[in-house]
Structure formats: structure tokens, C-alpha cells
């Protein structure tokens, strides 16, 4: 799974790695976690990228209510097209979730040990993503989920779960509106691992409170 993530970046790396024309508001985290905004890239119809703040934690549409948004932080990729809370936000309604790393936790005999993983240049990159319009009773939420799927190369010694990360090239693919779902689903297959490092850190970024530098020590 995916249940902790940073983003470090300033707005103009931010703007310029996903060519944005407009202006960026958003909250720099080392330590971000679920029910919390987190940034988000969308296709608007003209075709143009716009960054948005999205509730981590996808409310379907049809919902009732949003008390079960923490179940649904992330979907599978392996069901994304199935599965009903998933299934309409896969066809029309995909982002990209901006991050400059992610936390999983590998389990010891001795407890368990948290990894950083990143990419090798430390870089920006972008979590596949889906999002959802909910509105209830007078009440609208806008919501997200990031997508996993089962974990290869650096990841396979840490967790069995990953999240999908779109390479760059096939960023305009996934965020359309007019692309064939197959080649859609095809993305899903983290061929941008590759330029990805995992770095084992301290304890200190367990506690979700703690949100400094001091969780990448």
C-alpha cells in the first residue's frame, strides 16, 4: 500500500516539471498522511494542466456518506477497472499525485524498519491517481486515491504493495480524456521503478506528527 508520502519541492520546480500556467497553493510535508490535501494535476476540456488540492481518501460519488474515505487511499490496479468505487474514475476522472518520495515499512524480526524511496536524482515525480466529486446534503468534497500494485525491483524486500508511478512521458496519456483505456491500463506497469533508491530512516518518521527534515534521517 501507500499510506505515507512527502513533497518538498518548491512551486517553481513544481510548475516547471509539469509545465503549469497557473499558480500553485499547496502545503510542503515531509510527512503527509491520509484525510489530509494533498496536490493533485488535472486535465481541464481545453486540454490544459491544472494543480488541485484532493482529500486523500476517495469518497465515491454514489456514497451516502464519506466515513469510509480511509478504506479507499488507495485502489488496486490489478481491479481498478472492476471495482465500482473505482471503476467510472478510471475511465474519466484520472490525476497525477505529486510527490518527491514515499515511506513503507519493512517488517524484522527485531520491529520493523521504515525506507525512504525516492528517486536517484531526487527529483519530483507523479503517483497514478484517480479522483471523485461527492456531494451530499448541501456538503461537496473533492477526493483521491493513489493506485498500487504489486511490488518489483527495490521494492519486493521492503512490502508486497507499491504505488504506480507514471513516468513523465506518459503523463498527458494517463491524464486524457480521449486515450484508449487499454493503453491506459498499460501505464500501470512502474517501468519508471528503475530510476527509483529506497534508503532505510530513522523511527522519528513513524509518528504522523512529526512532519520536519528529521523524517528523511
Known amino acids: 500500500m501507500c499510506g ?13 516539471h509539469f509545465q503549469l500556467q497557473r499558480p500553485l497553493h499547496y502545503q510542503l510535508s515531509y510527512n503527509i498522511t491520509p484525510a489530509q490535501k494533498i496536490l493533485c494535476i488535472v486535465e481541464l476540456e481545453d486540454k490544459s494542466l491544472k494543480p488541485v488540492n484532493l482529500f486523500w481518501g476517495l469518497v465515491p460519488s ?3 456518506d464519506d ?11 490489478e481491479t481498478v477497472r472492476e471495482k465500482p468505487s473505482f ?9 497525477l499525485v505529486v510527490a518527491t518520495g514515499f515511506y513503507e515499512w519493512q517488517t524484522l524480526e527485531s520491529g ?20 471523485e466529486h461527492w456531494e451530499h446534503d448541501q ?3 473533492y477526493s483521491c486515491t493513489i493506485i498500487t500494485t504489486a511490488a518489483e525491483e527495490i521494492m519486493k524486500p521492503i512490502h508486497e504493495r507499491m504505488p504506480v508511478i507514471i513516468p513523465v512521458d506518459d503523463y498527458r496519456g494517463w491524464l486524457g480524456k480521449s486515450v484508449d483505456e487499454q493503453e491506459v491500463f498499460g501505464m500501470l506497469d512502474n517501468q519508471a ?3 527509483m533508491t529506497a534508503t532505510s530512516v530513522c523511527s522519528y518518521v ?3 506528527r512529526h512532519d520536519d527534515a528529521g523524517c528523511l534521517r
Open 67 to 77: 466515513k469510509n474515505s480511509h478504506h479507499l487511499i488507495n485502489a488496486r490496479a
Open 206 to 208: 513513524n509518528n504522523p
Open 62 to 64: 454514489w456514497a451516502k
Open 193 to 195: 521503478y528503475s530510476a
Open 139 to 141: 456538503q461537496t468534497l
Open 112 to 131: 520493523k524498519q521504515a525506507f525512504h524511496i525516492h528517486r536517484q536524482d531526487n527529483n519530483l515525480f507523479a503517483f497514478a491517481g484517480l479522483w
Open 87 to 95: 471503476r467510472a474514475a478510471f475511465h474519466k476522472r484520472r490525476c
Open 4 to 16: 505515507r508520502f512527502n513533497l518538498t519541492a518548491s512551486p517553481d520546480t513544481i510548475a516547471e
